[in-house]
């Protein structure tokens, strides 16, 4: 049987040069009549045009998120589902053979898919941020999907049944971070549900400096203190200073015994978690959201 037609959308934001590289990236991917493959151009100014290899590119200036870029880049197709992943990785060339190799459930709105850190590509493997990210699988879906009560999909790869999307109105395009957090309790609100695609992978690259790390955090956590405004329970802040102290203790205790056994990514693992712990709780701090550009 086979599968249904798919729009894969990437979300853009970086530097002029970076959509002909991102092009050449994703031209690795198999498609079959139907499908579509679209980079949305996330930057002020974007304009409608087309990459090599045929990859059309669908502007998105109006609001600076990567949750109104998926948006446009939604409306721009009509196939059967959606898959979105993120212009920081690197996808299967069968990803999207490999996401319908079983046919979803009836109920089905979102299927997750497989998110592997790796290292960033010009040498830049070896750093502690780096070296966080490989040990901790900082990326994974397991990451989110073990919340419990509060599971979601990250958006980095994942397939929704348009349908779905439709019904729930899509993402929400001012959001900055969480968007993906935000889709998947509408559409379990719904009454669709997500069903895993390990199989289904993508590479993603994990940020090459520890200042890129936190300054990534940093945004989560404004996400992070939305999702507990907008949904209470869903991520609970953390009280100071006892957190800012049990990080510390936990980090020497952590450190101590990494050192012991001098085994390098754990003493790594033990200096950047509370880093990225305090890092997300400040983060709830700031806006979480971005107005149209004029």
């Known amino acids: 049987m086979p599968r249904?037609?798919?729009d894969v959308v990437v979300p853009?934001?970086?530097?002029?040069?970076?959509?002909?590289?991102?092009?050449?990236?994703?031209?690795?991917?198999?498609?079959?009549?139907?499908?579509?493959?679209?980079?949305?151009?996330n930057r002020p100014g974007a304009?409608?045009?087309?990459?090599?290899?045929?990859?059309?590119?669908?502007?998105?200036?109006?609001?600076?998120?990567?949750?109104?870029?998926?948006?446009?880049?939604?409306?721009?197709?009509?196939?059967?589902?959606?898959?979105?992943?993120?212009s920081d990785t690197v996808p299967a060339e069968d990803l999207l053979d490999r996401y319908f190799h079983?046919?979803?459930?009836?109920?089905?709105?979102?299927?997750?898919?497989?998110?592997v850190d790796s290292a960033p590509a010009g040498g830049r493997g070896d750093g502690p941020a780096v070296r966080w990210a490989l040990a901790t699988s900082s990326m994974a879906q397991d990451t989110t999907l073990g919340l419990g009560r509060w599971a979601f999909a990250q958006t980095a790869n994942c397939a929704v049944l348009r349908d779905a999307f439709t019904a729930v109105g899509g993402f929400r395009d001012e959001l900055r971070a969480c968007e993906d957090a935000d889709l998947c309790?509408?559409?379990?609100?719904?009454?669709?549900g997500i069903e895993r695609r390990d199989d289904a992978w993508v590479l993603?690259?994990?940020?090459?400096?520890?200042?890129?790390?936190?300054s990534q955090q940093l945004v989560h956590g404004a996400g992070i203190g939305w999702l507990e405004r907008e949904y209470p329970g869903a991520a609970p802040a953390h009280r100071w200073p006892g957190?800012?102290?049990?990080?510390?203790?936990?980090?020497?205790q952590r450190l101590l015994r990494a050192l012991r056994h001098r085994d390098?990514?754990?003493?790594?693992?033990?200096?950047?978690?509370?880093?990225?712990?305090?890092?997300?709780?400040?983060?709830?701090?700031?806006?979480n959201t971005r107005t149209p550009a004029r």
């Open 4 to 6: 249904p037609t798919v």
């Open 12 to 41: 853009f934001a970086g530097p002029p040069a970076g959509v002909a590289e991102l092009a050449g990236r994703l031209a690795c991917l198999r498609l079959t009549p139907g499908d579509t493959l679209s980079i949305v151009d």
């Open 47 to 86: 304009t409608a045009r087309e990459a090599p290899g045929g990859v059309r590119i669908v502007p998105a200036p109006a609001i600076q998120t990567p949750a109104h870029a998926r948006n446009r880049g939604a409306a721009a197709g009509s196939a059967q589902w959606l898959v979105f992943i993120d």
């Open 102 to 115: 079983e046919p979803p459930g009836p109920g089905t709105g979102m299927l997750a898919g497989g998110i």
């Open 185 to 192: 309790y509408r559409l379990e609100a719904a009454g669709w």
């Open 204 to 214: 993603h690259e994990s940020r090459p400096t520890v200042r890129a790390l936190l």
């Open 243 to 252: 957190f800012l102290l049990w990080g510390a203790r936990d980090a020497a």
């Open 264 to 287: 390098r990514d754990a003493a790594v693992v033990a200096v950047i978690d509370p880093l990225v712990a305090w890092t997300r709780e400040l983060g709830r701090r700031r806006p």
